[in-house]
């Protein structure tokens, strides 16, 4: 069962539809005009970020789930394969699965810590 959590309120959607991962590089390679390599710092990738995507099954629930990832505070997510702690770090929004169905998509972009 997946959860997402902050501090000490749960909320269950009911599928996590995406979780992946992505881990940006924090080189830093600077192209000089007059020469053909490049100068370059060198430095351990930055921790992964993702844009985390939930299914609920009321509007009411959906709502919920968005107000809570946007408090400002930790999330704790455990899915059936993966548990991470993470904040919000762009965009969050709610949307209906389709015109014809009562589902509602949360989708957020978030940082792992």
């Given at each position: ?57 009321t ?44 589902r ?10």
């Amino acid at each position: 069962m997946a959860t997402i959590t902050a501090g000490t309120t749960t909320i269950t959607p009911a599928l996590i539809l995406n979780s992946d991962r992505t881990r940006e590089a924090g080189n830093v390679l600077i192209e000089p005009i007059d020469s053909p390599e490049p100068y370059v710092s060198l430095a351990a990738s930055k921790t992964p970020t993702q844009q985390l995507t939930a299914l609920f099954l009321t509007r009411a629930e959906g709502q919920a789930a968005l107000d809570l990832v946007s408090s400002g505070r930790v999330l704790d997510i455990v899915t059936d394969s993966i548990e991470f702690s993470c904040v919000k770090s762009g965009a969050a929004t709610l949307d209906r699965a389709s015109e014809n169905r009562a589902r509602w998509i949360l989708t957020v972009e978030v940082r792992e810590l």
